[in-house]
């Protein structure tokens, strides 16, 4: 039985990872799931979430933006559209960016409500000539 797997982490950008761990938990399509050494072989895409893996008695986690993941003879591959280590990510920069994409996504939701609003009123408004029409048919 095999002690440690063997940890592949890549981006677009670079090899982020390339170490032998205990445990890999990643976030799967389907929900979170673990790899433990001897995992049987699969092969499966990864969401937006948190990559989580210990090493040395420490556990260290990764930001993913989704992927694929391939277990195989004790090696963890993964291969992910965006990717960061925890560590390296500057958190004031992340909490700035996530008050701004809010912000963004609240302006798109009420730009939404306010066109949903006017076709719902325009279409009143066509039913309204459409009804007074028929009485004169």
Do not use: W
């Not at 890549?10 to 170490?19: A, G, T």
């Not at 445990?23 to 969401?47: R, S």
């Amino acid at each position: 039985m095999a002690e440690k797997l063997k940890l592949e982490l890549v981006s677009p950008e670079r090899k982020l990872l390339d170490i032998e761990v205990d445990e890999v938990v990643a976030p799967g399509v389907e929900g979170d799931f673990g790899v433990l050494p001897d995992h049987t072989p699969f092969l499966t895409a990864l969401n937006i979430g948190e990559l989580i893996y210990k090493h040395d008695k420490t556990t260290e986690y990764a930001a993913i933006d989704r992927g694929f993941l391939e277990v195989n003879n004790n090696r963890v591959i993964i291969l992910a559209e965006g990717a960061e280590l925890g560590r390296e990510i500057d958190l004031e920069e992340a909490i700035r960016r996530k008050v701004e994409k809010e912000k963004e996504l609240e302006t798109a939701r009420q730009e939404e409500s306010h066109k949903f609003t006017k076709a719902e009123i325009e279409l009143r408004r066509e039913l309204n000539r459409v009804s007074v029409a028929e009485r004169y048919k």
